[in-house]
């Protein structure tokens, strides 16, 4: 509709356009400048991704108007490693686990066999990373091995307060992306429900996501791995078989969102970089009814760590289907706080 056929008259009407339509539109309006005003997210810079985020959600949160989205329907999901916090050198999720793997894998040498394990007990890292969540699910598995899941919980947090990142100087526990710390919480206001989907173990995401991200662990979803059901000092107890019974990436996070919610999500949050998150970035895109996917793209060599998938899998994913790129060098003042 051109400047023209909208300007209003005073005669009472939008020309060609009834005035009866035009209270919804002065919702948005002034939905969209009171987000403006306020400004939901200072640490996003006043770029185009950040002006569409704000008008999706305005829009999807306003009752009445063509993109409302029913609270009901309003869920969000984010892939954690590489899209709420930094998943190299390694994924965080790694590094409480790496003091048990010697000890495991002495008692039970087939855990050694897994490629990833191997890489990690000689020292190859590039190994480890290259082989990307797969890898990541056998080294924690291999970790976990004979263990009950109290114990593995227990230990998760504290070596990560203890572990300080060499790259950003803080414990791992601080090492939240803040600009997606505020998009959560913008969410979360706008009455969407946020969970996390993960391609790490539940057992080691449930233990900091409240802390990290500001979503209870009943909203967590990841790689889960087999237990089973033995006592200990009369007491039952799950216990960890070294097994992994769901590795959630790629095709395999819509199969567990459907599982655990049983709707698509309506804004989906992921990253380029180990094509993991493609597949349920296109489940919420095909949907029916408005959506909202975004796409972390890692390009900021200086704040955090710049690498890319050799054949640009994801970000052609991103062209071709309509996902939002999130660049951390243009759309961020900062990543990673002190």
């Given at each position: 509709?051109?400047?023209?056929?909208?300007?209003?008259?005073?005669?009472?009407?939008?020309?060609?356009?009834?005035?009866?339509g035009c209270p919804m539109i002065f919702a948005i309006i002034i939905s969209t400048q009171a987000f403006a005003q306020t400004d939901a997210l200072p640490l996003w810079n006043d770029t185009a991704t950040k002006r569409a985020i704000v008008e999706f959600v305005t829009k999807a949160s306003t009752e009445?108007?063509?993109?409302?989205?029913?609270?009901?329907?309003?869920?969000?999901?984010?892939?954690?490693?590489?899209?709420?916090?930094?998943?190299?050198?390694?994924?965080?999720?790694?590094?409480?686990?790496?003091?048990?793997?010697?000890?495991?894998?002495?008692?039970?040498?087939?855990?050694?066999?897994?490629?990833?394990?191997?890489?990690?007990?000689?020292?190859?890292?590039?190994?480890?990373?290259?082989?990307?969540?797969?890898?990541?699910?056998?080294?924690?598995?291999?970790?976990?091995?004979?263990?009950?899941?109290?114990?593995?919980?227990?230990?998760?947090?504290?070596?990560?307060?203890?572990?300080?990142?060499?790259?950003?100087?803080?414990?791992?526990?601080?090492?939240?992306?803040?600009?997606?710390?505020?998009?959560?919480?913008?969410?979360?206001?706008?009455?969407?429900?946020?969970?996390?989907?993960?391609?790490?173990?539940?057992?080691?995401?449930?233990?900091?996501?409240?802390?990290?991200?500001?979503?209870?662990?009943?909203?967590?979803?990841?790689?889960?791995?087999?237990?089973?059901?033995?006592?200990?000092?009369?007491?039952?107890?799950?216990?960890?078989?070294?097994?992994?019974?769901?590795?959630?990436?790629?095709?395999?996070?819509?199969?567990?969102?459907?599982?655990?919610?049983?709707?698509?999500?309506?804004?989906?949050?992921?990253?380029?970089?180990?094509?993991?998150?493609?597949?349920?970035?296109?489940?919420?895109?095909?949907?029916?009814?408005?959506?909202?996917?975004?796409?972390?793209?890692?390009?900021?060599?200086?704040?955090?760590?710049?690498?890319?998938?050799?054949?640009?899998?994801?970000?052609?994913?991103?062209?071709?289907?309509g996902f939002h790129v999130v660049s951390m060098t243009d759309d961020w003042k900062e990543i990673v706080g002190k």
């Amino acid at each position: 509709m051109s400047a023209q056929s909208t300007r209003f008259s005073w005669n009472g009407t939008w020309r060609g356009l009834s005035l009866s339509g035009c209270p919804m539109i002065f919702a948005i309006i002034i939905s969209t400048q009171a987000f403006a005003q306020t400004d939901a997210l200072p640490l996003w810079n006043d770029t185009a991704t950040k002006r569409a985020i704000v008008e999706f959600v305005t829009k999807a949160s306003t009752e009445g108007g063509a993109d409302f989205v029913p609270m009901d329907d309003r869920i969000a999901a984010f892939d954690m490693d590489g899209t709420l916090t930094p998943e190299h050198p390694m994924p965080i999720a790694v590094i409480p686990v790496l003091a048990d793997i010697k000890a495991n894998v002495a008692k039970n040498p087939s855990l050694g066999a897994r490629p990833a394990v191997a890489a990690l007990l000689r020292g190859d890292l590039k190994t480890v990373v290259a082989l990307g969540e797969d890898g990541q699910a056998d080294i924690i598995a291999a970790a976990t091995d004979g263990k009950t899941t109290e114990e593995v919980a227990a230990n998760v947090r504290p070596m990560l307060e203890k572990a300080i990142s060499e790259k950003f100087g803080v414990p791992y526990t601080k090492t939240t992306y803040k600009p997606m710390r505020e998009l959560i919480e913008l969410l979360k206001k706008s009455g969407f429900t946020v969970y996390i989907c993960s391609g790490s173990p539940v057992l080691f995401t449930r233990e900091i996501s409240e802390e990290m991200f500001g979503i209870p662990p009943e909203h967590v979803m990841g790689t889960w791995l087999e237990t089973k059901l033995g006592e200990r000092d009369g007491r039952t107890v799950l216990v960890y078989t070294g097994k992994i019974g769901h590795l959630n990436d790629k095709e395999g996070k819509p199969v567990t969102l459907n599982l655990a919610i049983g709707k698509r999500p309506v804004f989906v949050g992921g990253n380029e970089g180990g094509r993991g998150d493609i597949a349920m970035m296109r489940w919420s895109r095909d949907r029916d009814g408005p959506s909202f996917q975004i796409l972390i793209n890692h390009d900021d060599a200086e704040r955090e760590f710049a690498y890319s998938e050799s054949d640009s899998y994801s970000l052609d994913a991103a062209k071709q289907f309509g996902f939002h790129v999130v660049s951390m060098t243009d759309d961020w003042k900062e990543i990673v706080g002190k």
